[in-house]
Nanobody, 126 residues
């Protein structure tokens, strides 16, 4: 069974940056697609970004259209981790950010992710 733990959530000012990490175990996590979802207060959980396993032909990624250009997702197999770099943050980015994993290619469909972390809180003040 896959275990996922998120790190890096904290308070930030508008216009600032944060980097979230998600570390997975066991090592088989490296063969999984890993991604981020977020849930703002009073709203449904929404897709943020996902990254597939690293392959020589290029590592597939998907981003929520509204976040392209501000958020960047990367992966480090040795650390069994993914990293979400979030730039130019605004209050609308305030949410609990969840790490998730699935076998297969990156997808935006929440129901296709089989393993979830507990989440990390990001709060952005104006």
């Amino acid at each position: 069974q896959v275990q996922l733990v998120e790190y890096g959530g904290r308070s930030a000012q508008s216009g600032g940056s944060l980097k979230l990490s998600c570390i997975g175990s066991p090592a088989a996590i490296n063969s999984y697609t890993m991604g981020w979802f977020r849930q703002a207060p009073g709203r449904e959980r929404e897709f943020v970004a996902a990254i597939g396993r690293i392959v020589m032909t290029g590592t597939p990624r998907k981003y929520a259209d509204s976040l392209k250009g501000r958020f960047t997702l990367s992966r480090d197999e040795r650390q069994r981790a993914i990293f979400l770099q979030m730039n130019n943050l605004g209050p609308e980015d305030t949410a609990v950010y969840f790490c998730a994993a699935r076998s297969g290619s990156p997808t935006t469909a929440e129901e296709s992710y089989t393993d979830w972390g507990r989440g990390t809180q990001v709060t952005v003040s104006a």
